[in-house]
């Protein structure tokens, strides 16, 4: 057999063989790089691999862990950690619910506006939903709001983590694409190519992130206007009516002023995300002090946890810097380009299958399993179709936002399922979640149909 149709048939197998380890539920990392390497082997054994391949894997990793975007990553998680620790989530939830509460569909208002806020604080879904589901879920139930509204709107307003900056998903995009995109730009004969960077990602994410919350907020009004029943308005009682203005100056005001401090300096081209990053973590910190919730357990805990997510985040980049490699030398980069290029539509259809295919994965496989595994592949070839690569990270991290969302093996479903009461079914949690995947995918066809939404405001900040 001619080696290169067989390197590129091992390839194949080889992208097959991980999906259904995947699922037979093996440690992803492990998993990307053991299948890698077994067919590696055998891509030796059959002339078609080159194992001084290898060598230049101890480069990538020693760059990986040097590059100080990256740091960023677990500076941002650190920030949410104690954010959520010190209590500041819970108080928030609470006051948006009396803030609103005395309005039909107000209790749904006050999760989705927590839900952007927290988004904007950790970054991390999982984190997001599990509290506002613990917290937010039985005062929805017990002010008589239907299970499906309150279950969907909490799993939606959950999920915008994944795309409201500082997502950690899109630091990771904007580190890859930046480096994709130089490449793609000099092979084109582009020398001095505009640089993408994480900051691009966090300005062309920032409108379709307040979009999704607009949209969202919407449907709950709709809500309580034709169905009133599902959401009714919550009693406040008159000491809470008294304590508002003063628990929404001293509950809401300090974590929004970090936010916009951590975002603003970052769109505003004052700090980069690293440096925006370290003051986040401190005014976190700062923050639990007021609060006196900066023990040296809570302090502990935080950084156990800081440390596992941003370890597992890690582990498995270099799992999936193994399977790139091995992938791209036995000719399936190739491979994906000839598919690519030769779908009916052109740029366009490509974009849709790469956009589907990362929307299945999504049942199966986290977010960062899916970028690490299909990004590498696949971006090269959509940036030499001339696709921005600032919509495309934005468009990704909406698309896998979504599939969190799609029953029935959305993520987010799964949080919640976790920690919801007994009364709630898990028919309930799929039949809720539904509306809030057509509204995303609504979102999706809009960023399709006006690129500029998320041009625009990278061009007026960094002047691209």
């Given at each position: 057999m001619?080696p290169?149709?067989?390197g590129?048939l091992?390839?194949?197998l080889?992208f097959?063989t ?6 037979m539920g093996?440690p ?6 053991g299948?890698?390497?077994?067919f590696?082997t ?6 078609v ?13 020693m760059?990986?862990?040097?590059n100080?975007?990256?740091v960023?990553v677990?500076?941002?998680?650190f ?8 209590g500041?989530a ?25 839900g ?7 970054g ?13 879920l ?7 709001y239907d299970?499906k ?19 950690t998903?899109l630091?990771f ?7 994709v995109?130089q ?33 969202y907020m919407?449907f ?13 308005a919550?009693?406040v ?15 809401l005001?300090?974590p ?7 975002l ?6 004052v700090a980069t995300p690293?440096e925006s990053?370290?003051?986040g ?14 023990t040296?357990?809570n ?5 156990f946890?800081?440390?596992n997510?941003t ?6 980049l ?8 091995v992938?791209?030398m ?10 690519l290029n ?9 974009i849709?299958?790469v956009m ?7 049942f ?5 399993e899916?970028?690490f ?7 090269p070839?959509?940036l030499?179709?001339?696709v921005?690569?600032i919509?495309?990270?934005v ?12 029953p029935p093996f959305?993520f ?5 399922r976790?920690v919801a009461?007994?009364?709630?079914t898990?028919?309930?949690i799929?039949?809720?979640?539904l ?7 609504s979102?999706?066809?809009l960023?399709?149909?006006f ?10 900040i960094?002047?691209?």
């Amino acid at each position: 057999m001619d080696p290169v149709l067989l390197g590129e048939l091992l390839s194949l197998l080889m992208f097959f063989t991980i999906i259904g380890v995947l699922m037979m539920g093996f440690p992803v990392a492990f998993s990307l790089a053991g299948t890698s390497v077994i067919f590696a082997t055998v891509g030796y054994m059959l002339g078609v691999f080159d194992l001084s391949n290898f060598s230049s894997l101890a480069p990538r990793y020693m760059g990986v862990m040097l590059n100080e975007v990256l740091v960023a990553v677990p500076l941002f998680i650190f920030m949410g950690m104690m954010l959520e620790r010190s209590g500041i989530a819970e108080q928030l939830l609470i006051t948006m619910g009396r803030l609103f509460g005395k309005l039909r569909g107000g209790l749904g208002l006050s999760v989705i506006v927590v839900g952007a806020l927290l988004a904007a604080s950790t970054g991390i879904v999982g984190a997001t939903v599990v509290t506002m589901g613990l917290l937010s879920l039985p005062a929805m139930l017990r002010a008589g709001y239907d299970p499906k509204l309150a279950t969907g709107v909490i799993c939606a307003s959950g999920t915008l983590g994944q795309i409201i900056p500082p997502s950690t998903v899109l630091i990771f995009m904007g580190d890859m694409l930046a480096g994709v995109n130089q490449q793609v730009q000099m092979a084109k004969g582009n020398f001095a190519p505009t640089p993408v960077s994480v900051g691009d990602l966090f300005a062309g994410a920032f409108i379709p992130g307040l979009i999704l919350v607009f949209v969202y907020m919407l449907f709950m009004i709709y809500k309580a206007v034709t169905q009133p029943e599902t959401c009714p308005a919550l009693e406040v009682t008159e000491d809470e009516r008294k304590r508002l203005l003063h628990d929404v100056f001293f509950t809401l005001i300090p974590p929004l002023l970090l936010i916009i401090a951590v975002l603003g300096s970052i769109l505003g081209g004052v700090a980069t995300p690293t440096e925006s990053a370290s003051v986040g973590a401190v005014g976190a910190m700062f923050l639990a002090a007021i609060r006196r919730k900066l023990t040296f357990s809570n302090l502990r805990q935080v950084m156990f946890a800081t440390a596992n997510t941003t370890t597992m985040i890690f582990i498995i980049l270099i799992g999936a810097s193994v399977f790139s490699l091995v992938f791209r030398m036995m000719g399936g980069e190739e491979l994906v380009s000839d598919f690519l290029n030769s779908l009916p539509g052109g740029k366009v259809g490509a974009i849709i299958f790469v956009m589907l295919l990362m929307f299945l994965l999504g049942f199966i496989l986290d977010t960062f399993e899916i970028i690490f595994l299909v990004i590498p592949i696949t971006a090269p070839i959509l940036l030499m179709m001339d696709v921005d690569p600032i919509w495309l990270g934005v468009m990704v991290a909406v698309n896998l936002q979504t599939s969190f969302l799609t029953p029935p093996f959305g993520f987010a479903l799964f949080y919640l399922r976790g920690v919801a009461p007994d009364a709630i079914t898990t028919r309930h949690i799929y039949q809720g979640a539904l509306p809030f995947v057509v509204l995303q995918v609504s979102v999706i066809a809009l960023l399709i149909i006006f690129p500029e939404i998320v041009t625009w405001l990278p061009d007026k900040i960094y002047g691209r």
